[in-house]
């Protein structure tokens, strides 16, 4: 009796043990790391402005960061855009000296689940780096499905977009 339950006590143990190797294996070959850990990832609304102003410095396609129609109050000028182009034009911002944008600041003034304040504090700097424009602008964002977007800016003084 004590030989057969030594026998069925390897052989339980050896089971266990390839069905774990398995079992590790398959998980590993089978998980997408990088998805998974974006997924776990929740941007801020600070980030998605963050990545905002690097692809604005970087003159790339911006359409992306907003849901339209946008709202923008330019020192008092009210305008709504339904597409960025007739919002922000890069050859005319560089017409006025610009080369890129420097954060000075920026803050969440205000967050919920689905809605955002975040304030910027930037400057315009040239081809010397000299400082030619500082300015705030405050930001309204929308999550739509998971992602923040912008849906109004308010700047505080009248700031070139090259319109």
């Known amino acids: ?15 266990v043990l390839v069905s774990t190797v ?18 776990h990832h929740r941007e ?12 604005f410095n970087s003159k790339k396609e911006l359409d992306g960061y907003f849901q339209f129609p946008i709202m ?5 000028k009210k305008s709504i855009h339904e597409k960025i182009s ?3 034009n890069f050859e005319g911002i560089k017409e ?8 000075n600041s920026m803050d969440t003034v205000s967050e919920l689940n689905n809605t955002a304040i975040v304030r910027l ?9 000299e400082k030619y424009l500082r300015a705030n602008a405050d930001y309204t964002l929308i999550k739509e499905n998971n992602k923040w977007l912008i849906s109004s800016v308010i700047i505080d003084s009248d700031v070139p977009m090259g319109v």
Do not use: C, H
């Not at 801020?44 to 692809?55: C, F, Q, S, V």
């Not at 923008?72 to 008092?76: E, I, K, M, Q, S």
């Not at 504090?121 to 780096?129: A, G, I, T």
């Open 1 to 15: 009796m004590i030989e057969i339950a030594l026998r069925f006590g390897w052989l339980a143990q050896s089971i």
């Open 22 to 39: 398995i079992l590790v294996v398959y998980i590993i070959t089978s998980e997408n790391w990088n998805t998974q850990s974006n997924t």
């Open 96 to 103: 006025t000296g610009w080369e890129y944008s420097f954060v």
């Open 121 to 129: 504090n930037f400057s315009r700097l040239n081809k010397s780096n």
């Open 44 to 55: 801020t609304p600070n980030e998605a402005i963050k990545r905002y102003i690097l692809d």
């Open 86 to 88: 007739t919002f922000i």
């Open 72 to 76: 923008v109050l330019n020192n008092g």
